[in-house]
C-alpha cells in the first residue's frame, strides 16, 4: 500500500509520486504533447501562485452556477413600474470590475475552455481563488411574487442537473417570496453536500446606488470558497440559513431577520463563518432532490373575535396541512370552545396542523394554560421555526405518500434540516469550556473569548486529522462531543476525512460521513478525499465515498486521461480499477489524444488492454490477475475487433 506520508500529502511527495507513471508515459512512441485545455490552466494557474510547486493547476478556481429567475435584482423601469428584463443582466455584468475580470478571462482562455458566452470570472479573491460563474437565466424572469411551487420544484432540478459540475449555486431571487424558497429548498435538497445560496436586492443592479453588486459578489464568493452544505439567503453582507429568515423590511437594504439563529457569516473585512452553527452532514446517501410536494398547505393566522364558522371553511378538504399562527409562545383562546372543536375535528380527519408563534422570535412552549389547549386539540408545537418554513416542510412532509399519517406527523416534529431549535441544544458541552483547552489558554495567559475560540479553532482540526490518522473513533467522538467541528480542516485545508480516505480506515470513514464530514471539502491542492483514496488505492473508501455522492471535479476529469495512460502503460491495473470506480471515464484521451486503451496496445500490454475493455463494459471488476486471451485479437484490423474470454479467477482471490 502507498505510504500516506502521516495522512497529510506535502508539495514534495506529491511530486515524488508523479514522476514513474509521468516518464512511463512520456516514453510512448510519439512523444509528449500538451493538451490544450491543460496549457491553458497550466499558465492561467501558475501566474496566480508561482510559489507553490506542487500544487494542483486548478486548485484555485471554483465553479459556481448562478440561477437567475428573476426579481428586483435585474429589473428596469417600465411605464414607471419596476419588471423583469430578460437578456440583460450577463452583458452589463461583463461590464462592471468587481464582478467580472475581463483580462483574465482573455488570457487563460475562459469562454473557450467553458464553452458558453454566460460565463464569468470573478477578480482574484483574498484568499487567492478565482471564482468562475455561469448564469443560468430563466425564461421567463419572474417577480416573486408569481411564484409557485412549480417554481420552486424547476430550481431544484437545476441544482441536481448540475450538482456535478459546480462547487456551489447562487440563485437570484426576488425578496418578496424568498423565504418560502429557501425553506421549500432545504427541505427539498437531501443530503445535500454543497452551498446553495439565495441572493437578490431591493434595488435593480443597473441603479446608480444598488445593494445587487454587493449582494452577488457576498454570495458568489461564500458559494465558491466555503463547503456550507445547506440552502442559506445571503443579503446585506450576512449568509443566514435559509429556513430561519423571513423579510422583515420592504424598504431597506436590510430586508431579512433571522430572529431565532445567529447568522452564519458575516462578511465584512473578511468573511467569518460560525462553523458551530453550520449544519453538518450526517449521510453516507448521494444528494437528490425530493420534487414531490403536496399544495393542498395553508397559512392561518388567529385574532381576536376569529369565528369558527371561518376556520372551518378553510379546514374543509382539499386542505391536508395548515400552519397555524397563534399568540405569544403557542397560545389561543381557550374559552373558545367552539373554535376548538372544529380544530380538533380537522385533526381528527387527518389534517396536520402545527403551532406556530406570531411573533417574530421565540418559541411555542407548553408554560400556558392557553396553549395546553391547542395541543388536546392535536396539534403539533412547531417551536420556533418561522410560518414559511413549516409552511414549506408540510409541503413536503405530506408529499411523502409511503409514509402514514403518523410517520409524517413525527417528521413535522424533529427537526430536519436545522429549521427549528432542539430543546437539549444549548446544554452541550462546548471545547471552548472544556478542561484541556482551559489549560492551554491558561498556559498562554489568555481569557477573552475571542481568543479562546481562536485556540480551539486553530486546534482541534490537527487533533481531529491526527485521530483520523491513527483509527481513534473514541477520541474523535470526545471532540465531537466537545462541540469541535469534524469537517474542519487543518492548515492545510485537510479535514479528518481526507486522512481517514488516504489511510482506507473504512469504519472511520463511515464514522465520520456520518457525524459532519464533507466528501466535497477540497485541501489547499484541491485534492478531495475520494480523489485521495484513488491515489492511495484505497478501493473500499473509493466505494463507500461514491455512494455517498463524492465525484471527481470536472478538472480531475479533465485530467484522468492522462492519468489512465500513465497507469495502462506500466500495467497497472489496481490503479485503473480505482479510478474507474471513482467515476472516470476510461474511454478519456491522455495529453497526446490516445486513449489508455490505445497506450496499452502501442506498449503490447494485452491484459490492461482486456482489462480496461471490462470495465469499459461494465462487468464485474474482480481480479486482478488471471485471465487467458482468446486470440482473435488482430493489430491490422481496423475495425478494432477486440475478442478477449476471461476464465474465472482462482478461488480464494
Ligand atoms: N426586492 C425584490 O426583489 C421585490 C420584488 N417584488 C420581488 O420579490 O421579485
Known sequence: MADTNGGSITPLARELSQPRLASA??????????????MRKLSSCASLDKTEPGRSPCAAEARVLVLNTGGTIGMTLHDNVLAPKANALVESLRKLPILHDEVYAQQTGLYEYYGHETTLVLPLSKSKKRIVYTILEYNPLLDSSNMTTEDWVKIGKDIEKNYESYDGFVVLHGTDTMAYTASALSFMCEHLGKPVVLTGSQVPIYELKNDGRDNLLGALLIAGQFVIPEVCLYFYNKLYRGNRVTKVDAGSFNAFASPNLAPLAIAEVDITINWDTVWRANTTAKFQVSTQLNRNVGLLRLFPGITASSVNAFLQAPMRGVVLETYGSGNAPD???????VLKKATDDGVIMINCTQCLKGTVSASYATGQVLAEAGLIAGGDMTPEAALSKLSYVLAKNE???SAKKKLMAQNLRGEMTNEFQGSQLCLSNSHFIQLIAKTLSISCREELAAIRNALTPPLACAAAKSGDIEALDALREMGSNLCLGDYDGRTPLHVAASDGHLKMVQYLLENGASVHAKDRYGDTPLSNAVRFRQKDTVKLLR???????????EEAGSELC?????????????????????SKPGYDGRTAIQVAEAAGRREVMAFLVQLINNKPQRFFGDFREYD???????????VIEFTAPPAGR
Do not use: F, I, M
Open 566 to 586: 500513465s497507469l495502462a502503460v506500466s500495467g497497472d491495473l489496481e490503479g485503473l480499477e480505482n479510478w474507474s470506480l471513482a467515476g472516470a471515464d476510461l
Open 632 to 642: 482473435k485479437y488482430d493489430d491490422d484490423d481496423d475495425e478494432g475487433g477486440l
Open 25 to 38: 508515459y512520456d516514453a510512448s512512441p510519439t512523444g509528449p504533447q500538451l493538451h490544450p485545455c491543460r
Open 335 to 341: 374559552n373558545r370552545p367552539d373554535l376548538l372543536a
Open 547 to 557: 455512494k455517498t455522492g463524492a465525484h471527481l471535479s470536472r478538472d480531475q476529469l
Open 403 to 405: 409514509l402514514d399519517l
